[in-house]
């Protein structure tokens, strides 16, 4: 089975920084993508960031100059967020793709969706 793991979310005050990591399993091979998005209450999923295998790097504007993704072996990702805003609250999930352009729902992701981890900045 294809699936994700998400942690590290957590209450944190605006301002404040969280660390997210994603780790993937049951993919028969190491060349993907691994992507974030997130989900806040009533409104849509949406793609958040995003790692290619050679470290290629895609953000939303919203979170650019805040949000750091990076990548330290085949199926571990992290998204260090700083200067969290309360609008970045939301439930986050991360998933695997076959590329960035996972983000815009220009593609498929290649595993199951996680149960995510929830972000909750207060003001």
């Known amino acids: 089975q294809r699936r994700v793991v998400e942690l590290g979310g957590g209450l944190v005050e605006a301002g404040g920084s969280l660390r997210l990591s994603c780790t993937a399993s049951?993919?028969?091979?190491?060349?993907?993508?691994m992507a974030w998005f997130r989900q806040a209450p009533e409104k849509k999923r949406e793609g958040v960031s995003c790692?290619?295998?050679?470290?290629?790097t895609v953000y939303v504007d919203s979170v650019k100059g805040r949000f750091t993704i990076s990548r330290d072996n085949a199926d571990t990702a992290y998204l260090q967020m700083d200067n969290l805003k309360p609008e970045d609250t939301a439930m986050y999930y991360c998933?695997?793709?076959?590329?960035?352009?996972?983000?815009?729902?220009?593609?498929?992701?290649?595993?199951?969706w996680g149960q995510g981890t929830q972000v909750t900045v207060s003001s």
């Open positions: 049951g993919l028969p091979y190491d060349d993907y993508a």
């Open positions: 790692i290619t295998w050679t470290g290629n």
């Open positions: 998933a695997a793709a076959a590329g960035c352009e996972v983000i815009d729902g220009r593609s498929r992701i290649l595993t199951d």
